[in-house]
Every structure is written in structure tokens, then in C-alpha cells.
């Protein structure tokens, strides 16, 4: 720094002297230059687009986000857990345990370790995989409690000293003064420990823990000490995910001095592994419940660094991932190559807007980011729905499809801005049906296992929104996958449905909402099979997709559910979420889930006047505490009226204006959601982010469109958050979104114009959207009554409400 | 047949009156024609060698065989279980179980099921994975007992209903009224089922069930009805094979009409799983403690043939497994077919004798063909020892390597009639010491894991004797592979061996054998070093195998543990097998371990004297029962005097008088072991057949010789037991070995020619053996005491005594 200094003062005299100028003037000419270059530099650093994500939103609160380190669509989500609170306790549900969906609660005060996959926003939980503690002192290979960190190998931590950013995690192990820094490849966590001096250095692997633990969850674990710095092993679970293989293989930076292990579940069967003192030095470690430990010296430098490579495949498969993302790469360099991964990937949209504007949008962005999880090797090996190991061809292989949430809002937004990725989703979803042994779409993706979780079949919605935007997949392919799916007697109440016209209260306890659900899914068949001219399943479909009519009371006009001879519900508390026929929603909101033909759902409810004043009540009623009480889902905070948006089901709810007379209430109604619902704050999230859902729903809307029915290939026009945002489509193409001076009083849309042209319509086509270079939004503080009244600029509706 | 004789008859009469002949003359000339036919068909069927075969030799008593269908070398050994006694209870050691090792005891009442996998006369024991048992009337999911098998769903059964040959199994099970008949392809058993008219037709197939079981062996079993016509499933457990992958798929002849399963061990975790009845007609099963039943129709046809293919590798792998081997043939057709690889196989030798001779020759053969087992697909991929999938490029993967047996008498035997698997066999010991954790070859190769059963690095031996007989394997890599085992710190004792020159019994309870083994073996590695060219190794393992003479008490001339200080531990009892500092033997056996170097044992014992009347003392001597009463290995069955034939050590020990004055002696006692040991009985073995080993110690001395100190390439010539045999030795060129007259009084041999030409040495080399035509015995009542005495005589040894 020195030498640079006196080297430019010599090159500045020198040049002074040959140019012949004065010193003095040319100071503040030299002056002005740097200040120059300060500013760009600055302006350079500001841009970097990573920087605006906050991973601590939705820490605290309902949005069960993690704060780790990932790369993008990453499987690797390195991230402290900070409790392991047992899913149940004598086969009892423990109450608490859904906080800790990701492993992080920003309120605890300890760290347990460190572990390598976790669930982005979900409501239900598993995973955890492989956790890692380094430590100090005496060996303690049990974890312990918050309430006795020092009784196991879990360490006090403050935030003060704790840093998150998008795909880089710091914290300081206070208990054992040990810095920890992660960050993540895809494939591969890296972590770096930097250890007190003089202290011993050691790691802990705990390959029994876990999120959702159970004693007995894990069934299998073993490890390999293949030499003095690498590790390999695998371990099997029987969780949420049935069975899940985790393979790993740990690079170390430098070489081991010794190490050991502890069987919490000491084997009934010990063979004639009892000729060896296999729990020190021994190189293979194997078992129900163990955890390793892993001795260095400290001397020379403190830093520890390592790798941990994972594969669903093999131990060789982890090897190779770890050499093609890791090798030979120090943790800096990899940190800043994930770092320049996510800007590459956030870089699909600029925007203008306050900082907590910037990093609401960027953090949500990146939370559509990270689940899906790419789910195969470097070599495109995976395991696959039936165990085996499969070969993706042409395709990337994914996992984690929460799709009762993402085929709302995430899946349109993946296929709008990567949509090459969303393709890939979409050939997994096929490849999960070829390989499922009930021959179906999957319902809930996860780690090669069907989660099961929630009702629908929504991955129909994903396959037939990705071909009305002109994905590149079979069709006939995705139509027999959409059909067997469609059909499968596994669907609850299906057959009745299929038989009667609704699922029957008799027989199936969310009835109604199920009714509702399929009759949407069955329109997105239909809808394809329109499409690809396969006329007698476009046939069936579209008889089905109008079944959703059978639910809807006549008197109340309200969704309810009807027992199999006709009879409905006597009695109804559509307030009531639980116990009425629905499913994580009462009757109020779920009443709105008829995406694909809202003329006839205004119909069913009444007519228009009906519907429309029902909406009014929905985002201005008082619902009584009592309905959402002892709610997981619905909390005070998801609450804007009666309007959850805490859960998904209600989540197209607002745009629902845009087919009434009074289209503006829309752009009422989202910017309120949006203020209320998404803060820069730890506290931020009004819902469970749902594998992205609720970012996708608020990077939309922020925007100014949302699509109320995937499949149509319609996006209804809301009004944009942001005074400008630019979306950076695939092809080099950008569209600009403008909305010059909008807050939070000018929320109104007076007029609109694309490409320069007056655009009166309430919908925009994703053709159209994609063709735009501009969409300019005028602005005001009072709404324009009159705009979109017309029936020709009302959205898609399968029907006028002509029965 | 009525119609074929009648339409014979008049087909006889129209020839009659076509040649014009008489019609009784022609009856006799087709009654002559008749009784050719019968005489010739008699003969081919009795030259059908697999009938010789009789799989009940040792189902009783110490021989551990079990009398299922198997096809030779291959991984299924389709065999009935008699009883499941779990291997230890609250830790202890369950008495009884050493009995179960291959999963069936002729004594038993009931038979369990079918299981698919057993071991070959072992001591120890594993796998019986996959039990099959069909069932009529109530369904019943639990074995029940042999007391009360009416609580479960074994069944009675009785032997005169039961058949067993090589390749096939047949029996009633009373309690149900079906026959059930078994064979194997090297991958697929193959179940036929006939039911009673009229009854329910069910099979069991319990996936916890186990040879050595134990509750919670099983650590996975997922199964999956693909079709109506096809399951699929895999489990894994946790036994002596320490973690144990067994894939499966499962073609049945009719279609399922309904099935289900119970899970003995209710998950913790049922997760979403709840939503369905997943115990009747759901095609996923899962669980640690799972056992599924199949209903089928019983109306139409009362056979039921399940074709049960395994793979180490996948539920893919066991498709084209089955695919492969059984595809598309009947249950005749493949028991035949099977029956054909057992008679080319057994047709490497072609003998005379009794008719008990034969069948104890035919099953002994039969019996070296069952371990080592193929272990892997058709495709050539297999699991190896780190667990990852590999490749098998040029060779036959194989596994059950039951060393400290194997290396004396099967691998010599393979290595000289099957020369082509015997390589392939140590091609795979190489591919598990390149996979394996520890950098050694394999001591007890196990599907995929290392079973660490017994003492020494007797792959070495294995490899030096394959080598020194010319086998086309990578000699510096074998090398490599055979001085890294032979370094490694896990061999017991080794550490001192190394520093000492034996291994101490500070620290060492078996001290003494260790020293004798791994001095047996270092002089396999010196030998294979010295022939290579490798003089440094040859040299230090030179050194190595001569420790022996560190563990020879000089007073006594026994071998004998010592101490680290050089003390020899006092008093010890050399009748004594246990705490005396020798495994599975007693210093009297265990003396005469030094096959390498019978010289130099000769002096270490006190010279030949001592020697020779040692040698007469052992088999004569009255071995008080104290010294056996509780001993599993040793048995008054296999005891020959104090020469324990059933168990490893002693084997060669008969031999060893041919460095004597008196060789004549061998043809004595090697008769009368044969004799004794070996009879074509349920209890026909002396002892536990250890894969085979006991067998080929058999078929060597049928034949006349014995391979003293494999690696040698040398074979001591003792008496042939039958009059003649004949080698086909897989070039086209065969071996005839004649011994006129031959019987238990003219066991000597008074004269010996090859090809013509006498012959007086005591041994005949490999070369030799495998060049020769006629190997000629004059036989004797009375022994040639001058045959052999001089020097030149003598087989190989690696000093002459000279220290």
C-alpha cells in the first residue's frame, strides 16, 4: 500500500514535469479523478445485486426461512439449527416443533451446529442432514439443551456477531470463540472454523441429528476415513421423506490427528467387530445413532476449512461433485463465485425503490431461488421415485415440489423469468410419473420420496402453464401424465367426484374444498387437451372442470361441503377453517377458488353485486380471534380482514376485482397486503414462505400482474409496487416496467400504455409481456372508476356465468 | 399314452404287412428293440452326474449344508428354513442357534418358508433373506413355533415327501396340503406352488425374517407392487454382513388378486402417510418389520410359480437379472436347464466306485460349487466393499470368501479344475482390496462387507497359489495388494510379529497360531516377491516366514504363546483348544502348522523322530472328552484320535508324513479319515463343510494328492480312494487317475507311473498333473515301506532343517 502510494507520487511529479503543469492545480485535478472513481466503484459496489438480500426475513415469525448459506436452486442449504426439538414424543405430536421447520429460530440463544439441507418457508419439515459443530475443550458428543448449553456440544451465540448474506453465513461460537463462516456451491457446503489459538481444534459430525428427529429416524449411517483429509459416507432416514439417501463425501484442509465415534445405539449384533477398539482411529464407523468427532492440530493455523460434498447417489457421486464445484478452490474464491451466482440469477431484475423496498424484492427473488432443489449429480445420476439411480437426459432433475403452494405464483414466476429451469421442473415432475408406482404426478416432491402433504393435483396446473408458454416438453407425454393423474383413485374423493360431480362429505372430510381444487386442475387438462386437439379428453375435462358448480349452496351462496345424496352440510361456519369440509381455509376464502372461470363462480355465489361486496367484506371484516386461535397456519399477522394470506388458497384472491365493476379495488387491496404482509425484518413474513410461494406472489405483484389462473397464459393487471422495474428475459430481451411516483397513496392506475400504445385491458398475455420493451404505468391517488369496465378487457373466464 | 400305444400297435401291424413278416417274430424283434432302448436310456440317465448329487449329506450333525435348489456359483440358494432362533437375547449368546447356520436341521418338524440366500456349511452365520411361504386358509403373518406351529404360518412336513438334488428342491407342507418345489438360476429362484383344490391360494413373503436374526436386523425393507404380475422391493440389514443390500424383483405366473402387509414395528413417523389405508391393496410397503401376503385365484389353475430374482445392486438390476436368466421359461424348463449346469460343471470329473463313493464324491464336488457365489449382474455391475457401484471389466465379481477355510484345499481344487472362476475369484479379492477402507484383502468377503471372521491374511496364499499356477492376473498389482495386508496394523499381533518375530501373548489371546499363520502366509508373499523378481520384499518376507521357529518351546517342541519379554507362557495345555493361546485348535494340531517349511518344523519339534511319532501319537491318542465337551468346532464325529478333522487347522497334517521315514502312513490314515468323515448321510459330515473346503479336502484325496503349502504349485501324493477318476481339465485335456482294485485293505500304494513311466517322488507338481495322460496307482494290502525315502523325493520345503 505504501510502496503504491510513493510510486504514484513519483509517477505524479513525473508527469507534472512533463506536461509541464502546476503541482497545486494539478493536485485537484488528480483530486477530482479519484473522487470519480470512488463513486463509480461505489456505485459498482451498490449494484451488486446479492447485497440487497436479507436471509434473515422470516427467521422469527411465520416465515420459516433459514438464514444460511445456499447457491441458487442449490441442494446444499448450509444453515445453523438452533434447536432439535423431537417431532413427537410417545407417538405424540409435540407442540412447538412448527416453528422449527428450518432449524433456525431467530429468539434462540444457541447454536447446535451446523447442517447441510433444509426446507425453505414449509409448513412440515424434515431433513437436517449431516450436522457439523466444531468445538473446543473437553469432547461432548451430545448435543444438550438451550437451557444447558454447556452440557453439550452446542454453543451460545449473539447476532451482534452474526452475518447473512445471499450464499455467505458468519457467526461466532461464543462457548468456544471459534468464527464460523459458510458458504455453498450447489452441491457442496463449505465450511471455514476459525479456531482460538492455542486451543484444540476438533469437529463434531452428528449423523443422528436431525430436523423433525425421532429417536430411531435415522436407520443407517456410515463413514469412511479414506485418508488423513477426506471422508466419505452416507446415511439413510426414515422421515417425512419415507426414505431419504444422504451420500457425502467431507474434504478437510489439513490432515487429521486422530478421531472416533460414539454409538448412541450401541448394536445387538457386534460380530466380530468386537476384535478391534473401533470407536478410536478406526477408519469405519457404522450405525443407528452415532456421532464422530474429528481431531487437528492447531499450531501452525487456526483455520479449519471444509468441504462437504453431497450426492443422493453414491459416495463416488459426492466425490465428483465435490471435485467439479470445489476442488482446488480456497473457501474466498467459492464464496465469491456462489455471491456471483446469485447476482447472475437476481440480475433477471433491476428495479428502482427504497433500500427496504430493494432488499423485500431481492430477498423474495431469492427465496423463489432455492426451492426447487436441484436434485442430481455433476453426471446427471439421480435416484429416482422408484430407488433407483436414473440418468437425466436433456434435463436437470429437481426436487422439492410443494406444489399446493407453487403452482399459484412460482411456477408462473419461474416460467416467466428462467423459464429453462422451470421446463426442467416440469420433465422432473414427468420423470417422477414414469418412475411412481401409482402412476402419478408427484404431489409433494421430495428427496426421490412423495411427501403426500396437502390436497390437489397440482402439478397438472405447473405441466399445463409451461406448455401455454410454449415450454419445450412432449405434450402428448404430459397429457397422459395429467389424465392417469387426474384419475388415479388415490386422489381423495376422487371417485365420487368423478362419479357425482363433487367429492362427498361422507367420505372425504375437506369435500369441498377438494371439489374445488380438481375442478381447477381439471380445466388446466382440459385446457391442454383443447390445445393439443385431443378432443374427447378436452371433452371430459371441461365436464369436470365445471364441477366445482356442485358445491356452492344456493341459499348462502357459499362453497360447502354435500354428502353423497345430495344434502349439504347442515349448519356451515364459513368463518371456520377446521372441520367444515376445507382444508387450511374456511368457506369465506376458499368460496373464491374458482380461477379458470370467475363468471361462473359470481354466478354460483349470486351474481356480481354479490361477489363483488363479498370481496369488500373479506378484507374488512373483523374474523374474531377464535377462528384462528390455535392455528398454525392463520395468525394474527397473515390477516387482512377475513383475507388469509398467510396460507395460499386465498392468494389470487385480490385480483379478483379486475372481473367485477370495480376493477381498482384491486390495486387497493395488494399494496396493503404487500406493507403489511413483506418487511425487511426478521418478523417479515406474514405466512410460511411455502418453497417460495409467498415471494413469488409479492415479486408479481410488485410488478403490477399477477396469474390468478396458470394455465391461461394471462396475467391480471394489478398496479406495480415500484416505480421501475426491468425484467431481463432469456432471449437478451428486457421489458420495462414503469410507474413513475407510485407509493403508497399514488397506488391508483389512471392509465396504462405498452410499447408507447393505450392499453385498456385488466390482462396482459405472457406473449405479450414477453414481446414488450415497455409498460408504463400512470399513476394517481385517486383510483379511475371507469378503466376496464368493458367486457372485452376483463380476463379469462372459461365461462360468461351462462349455465 | 393309451392313444400313442395304440397308434403304435397298428403301425407295427401295417409294417408287418408291408415287409410281409411274421407277427410273432416281430414282436420279439421289437421286444428286443424295447429292452436296448430301456438299457441305453438307463444308462444315459444314470450317466447323468447331478443325480449322483445328494444335498442331505450334512443336514444333520456338524455339516452345516442346507438342501435347497441352487445352481452352481450362484447368489440364490433357494432353500427351506426349519427354524429362526434369534442369535442372541438381551445381549447373550443364544445356545442352539450354531446349529442353524444354513437354516435347516433334518430333525426339525416344520418348515418356516423359502428363504433365498444361505450360506454353505459355515460356523457362523448370516442372510435367509426373503422368506417365501405359501398359505391356504387363515391368513397368519408370524412363524409361530415349532412347538405350536399352528400359531403361525409355518407347516409341518416329513421327509418322505421331500426330494432334494442339485438344482432342485421338492416338499409337502402338510398343515396346507401344497407341494412345493424349488430351483435356482445363478440369479433367480424360482418357486412352484401347487395348492389344494379349492382352497385359498396366498403366498407370505416376510422381510424381517433371518438367519441369525435378531429384532431390528432389519433396517429397511421397502417393497412395490409394480403391476398386478410384478413386485419389486429391496431391504437392508445389519448382521454379520454389517450392512447388507438385497434387491429384488418378483414375476408371478397369475395375477394378483389382493395383498397387504403388517408392520410389526410401527413407525414413529407415519406422517401423511395416514391419509391412506396403506396396509391393504397399496402398492408401496415400507418398514423395518414388514411381512406382505398375496392372494391370488385358486379356481382356474391350483399352480402358483413365482420367479424371485436378486441383485445386489438394484430393483433395475434384479429386472434384467430375472429377464435374463428366467424370462419367458417354465419352472421345468429351468430346473432342467439348471440340472444341464450341474452336470457340465460335476463333469470335470468322471469316476467309478460304489455308489455311496459316488454320491460322496458328486456332493463334494456339488459342495465346492455353492461358495464362492457370483455377486453380481448380468451387466456386470456389482457392490463393492466401499459400498459405491461398480463395474466388474474383465472378470466375475464374486463374494463369501470364507479364508481361513478356503485357502488349505477349495481355492487349490478351483484353482486346478476350474482355473478360469478361481481367477476371477482373485480378481475380486484385488477389487475389494483397491475398494476397501483399510487397503487390505478381504479376510472373510461377506455381500459387500468385510466379516472379519478368523485369523490370518490367507488371501495371500490364495493369490500366490493362483499365481504360481499360472492364473492371468496382474502380478505387481497382486503383489501390492498382498504386502500392503500383510503390513496391516489391524492383523492382530502384527505390530510385534513385525518387531519380535511373533506376536505376543501380552496382547495377543491367540498369539501362537497368529505367529504359524502369518508365517505361513508371509512365505506366500516371499514366494510370489522371489518369482516376480522383487528381492527386497522377497527378501523381508524370507525373514517373515521363518518366525514360526520363534513360537516352538524348545523343551517341549510344541508350539507355544510367549510372552513380549521371551517367556513361553507355562503350563500350557497342548490338548487344550481354548486359552491357550491358538485359535479353533490345540498346540498338538496347531504344531504342525508350518506347511511351508515341514524341515524346519521337523527340527523345531526335535527332529524327525519326534516328528514321525508325533504324527502316529495324533491320530492314535485317546483324546480325554474334557478337551471337547463344549466345544462347537470339535465333535467326537471329527475327531481321528486327537486329529481334528472337522475343523481347518489339521488338514494337511495326514500328509506331512511324506517328509518322513515313514510316507506309507499317509495312505493309512487318509483312508480311514475318509471313511469316517465322509458319508453319504444326513450326518455324513465330520464336521462344518466351511464352503466347500471340507469338500475339496476330499474330492484332493479321492483323487490321490493334497496341496500340503499352497503357492507351492506342488501337490503330496497320498492313495487314491477310488479305483478310477478322470479329469477333464478345461483345455480339452483330460487326466485318467487308475488305482485297480483299490479298497479300504489295499489302500497302499506300492508303485506309481505317469503316462507309462514310474515314478517315485512323494509329490507331483501342477505342470505335471495338468500335462499328464494316466496317472497310474499299483495298489497294495501292504504298504511299500522304501517308497520315498530319499531326499529327492520329498515334497518342497523351505529349508531342509538347517538353522
Known amino acids: 500500500m505504501v510502496v503504491c502510494f510513493l510510486a504514484a507520487v513519483l509517477l505524479y511529479v513525473l508527469i507534472c514535469r512533463y506536461i509541464d503543469m502546476d503541482f497545486k492545480k494539478g493536485l485537484s485535478v488528480v483530486l477530482a479523478c479519484c473522487i470519480c472513481v470512488c463513486v463509480v466503484r461505489g456505485q459498482m459496489s451498490e ?14 415469525g411465520m416465515g ?20 432439535t426439538i423431537p417431532h413427537n414424543v410417545d407417538g405424540r405430536y409435540q407442540a412447538g416443533v412448527y416453528g422449527y421447520c428450518a432449524g433456525y429460530r431467530y429468539e434462540d440463544p444457541t447454536i447446535v451446529g451446523f447442517s447441510h439441507i ?34 453439550g456440544y452446542r454453543s451460545r451465540f449473539s447476532h451482534a456477531k452474526e452475518k447473512a448474506s445471499a450464499g455467505y453465513y458468519e457467526v461466532v461460537l461464543d462457548d468456544y470463540g471459534i468464527r464460523a463462516q459458510l458458504t455453498a456451491t450447489p452441491r457442496v457446503g463449505i465450511h471455514r472454523y476459525t479456531f482460538p489459538k492455542g486451543a484444540d481444534a476438533r469437529f463434531i459430525l452428528d449423523l443422528a441429528h436431525g430436523i423433525y428427529n425421532y429417536d430411531g429416524k435415522t436407520l443407517w449411517a456410515s463413514l469412511r476415513v479414506e485418508n488423513d483429509t477426506l471422508l466419505t459416507g452416507y446415511r439413510i432416514t426414515n422421515g417425512w421423506a419415507r426414505c431419504n439417501y444422504t451420500y457425502f463425501a467431507i474434504a478437510l484442509s489439513k490432515p487429521l490427528k486422530s478421531y472416533g465415534y460414539r454409538d448412541r445405539q450401541q448394536p445387538k449384533y457386534s460380530g466380530f467387530w468386537r476384535k478391534f477398539d473401533i470407536y478410536h482411529n478406526f477408519p469405519e464407523m457404522a450405525g443407528r445413532n452415532i456421532v464422530a468427532y474429528f481431531n487437528f492440530d492447531n ?10 460434498a453431497l450426492s443422493a447417489v453414491s459416495t463416488e457421486g459426492a466425490l465428483r461433485n465435490l471435485e467439479a464445484e470445489a476442488g482446488g478452490k480456497s473457501f474466498s474464491r467459492l464464496c465469491e463465485d456462489t455471491k456471483q451466482m446469485w447476482d447472475k440469477e437476481l440480475g433477471v431484475i433491476k428495479c428502482e425503490g427504497t ?15 432455492i426451492n426447487p432443489s436441484v436434485y442430481m449429480d455433476v453426471d446427471h445420476r439421480y435416484r429416482g421415485i422408484d430407488g433407483n439411480i436414473h440418468v437425466a437426459e436433456g434435463f436437470e432433475n429437481y426436487t422439492i415440489f410443494s406444489l399446493w403452494d407453487t403452482y399459484r405464483a412460482l411456477h408462473p414466476l419461474l416460467s416467466f423469468l428462467k423459464p429453462d429451469r422451470n421446463t426442467d421442473m416440469a420433465k422432473s415432475m414427468l420423470a417422477h410419473w414414469q418412475q411412481s408406482v401409482h402412476h402419478i404426478l408427484p404431489v409433494w416432491s421430495l428427496m426421490a420420496n412423495e411427501g403426500w402433504c396437502m390436497t ?13 408458454k410454449g415450454a419445450e416438453i412432449d405434450r402428448n407425454v404430459a397429457l397422459r401424465a395429467m389424465v392417469a393423474t387426474a384419475n388415479s383413485p388415490l386422489m381423495t374423493g376422487v371417485e365420487d367426484y368423478k362419479l357425482k360431480g363433487y367429492a362427498t362429505y361422507d367420505r372425504d372430510a375437506t369435500a369441498a374444498s377438494n371439489t374445488l381444487e380438481y375442478s381447477y386442475d381439471d380445466w388446466a387438462v382440459y385446457a391442454t387437451a383443447k390445445a393439443a386437439g385431443f378432443d374427447s379428453v378436452a371433452k371430459e375435462f371441461c365436464r369436470r372442470a ?23 352440510k347442515e349448519g356451515m361456519d364459513p368463518y371456520q377453517t377446521y372441520n367444515e369440509g376445507f382444508i387450511e381455509g374456511n368457506s369465506w376464502n376458499f368460496s373464491f377458488h374458482v380461477p379458470h372461470d370467475v363468471f361462473g363462480m359470481m354466478r354460483a355465489m349470486g351474481g356480481e353485486k354479490v361477489f363483488r361486496e363479498r370481496l369488500d367484506q373479506l378484507f374488512s371484516m373483523d374474523l374474531p380471534e377464535k377462528y384462528y386461535a390455535d392455528n398454525e397456519d392463520i395468525t394474527a399477522d397473515c390477516l387482512v380482514g377475513g383475507y388469509v394470506h398467510g396460507n395460499e388458497p386465498s392468494h389470487h384472491i385480490p385480483y379478483l376485482y379486475a372481473w367485477t365493476s370495480e376493477p381498482w379495488k384491486t390495486q387497493q387491496w395488494v399494496r396493503t397486503i404487500m406493507n403489511r404482509m413483506y418487511r425487511n425484518d426478521i418478523r417479515g413474513l406474514g405466512g410460511n414462505d411455502d418453497c417460495g410461494q409467498m415471494s413469488a406472489w409479492y415479486i408479481f405483484s410488485a410488478m403490477g400482474f399477477y396469474p390468478v389462473c396458470p394455465g391461461s397464459a394471462q396475467y391480471v393487471i394489478g398496479a406495480p409496487y415500484l416505480p421501475y422495474v426491468c425484467v431481463e428475459l432469456p432471449g437478451g430481451h428486457s421489458v420495462e416496467i414503469l410507474a413513475k411516483g407510485v407509493d403508497d ?26 414481446n414488450a420493451k415497455t409498460i408504463e404505468f400512470e399513476m394517481s391517488d385517486k383510483p379511475n372508476r371507469k378503466r376496464g369496465l368493458q367486457f372485452e378487457a376483463k380476463p379469462y373466464s372459461m365461462t360468461n356465468g351462462d349455465w
Open 47 to 60: 449494484s451488486r445485486l446479492s447485497d440487497w438480500v436479507n436471509p434473515l426475513i422470516g427467521t422469527s
Open 64 to 83: 420459516h426461512t433459514f438464514p444460511g448459506a445456499c447457491a441458487p436452486f442449490g441442494i446444499v442449504q448450509l444453515s445453523p439449527d438452533t434447536d
Open 118 to 151: 433444509h426446507l425453505s418457508g414449509t409448513g412440515h419439515s424434515d431433513l437436517g442432514d449431516l450436522l457439523i459443530q466444531p468445538q473446543t475443550g473437553e469432547l461432548s458428543l451430545n448435543p444438550g439443551t438451550a437451557d444447558n448449553p454447556d452440557g
Open 299 to 308: 499450531t501452525e493455523t487456526q483455520e479449519l476449512t471444509l468441504k462437504v
Open 355 to 369: 433500500d427496504d423496498q430493494k432488499a423485500m424484492l431481492y430477498t423474495s427473488l431469492y427465496h423463489t431461488m
Open 456 to 468: 390437489g393435483y397440482h402439478a397438472v396446473s405447473v405441466l399445463a402453464d409451461a406448455l401455454a
Open 546 to 568: 365445471l364441477y366445482y358448480r356442485n358445491v356452492y349452496e344456493p341459499q348462502r351462496g357459499f362453497a360447502c361441503p354435500r354428502y353423497g345424496d345430495g344434502r349439504f
Open 745 to 770: 397513496s399514488r397506488r391508483y392506475v389512471k392509465s396504462l400504455r405498452i410499447d408507447g400504445r393505450p392499453y385498456d385491458k385488466l390482462y396482459i398475455t405472457h406473449a405479450q409481456l414477453c
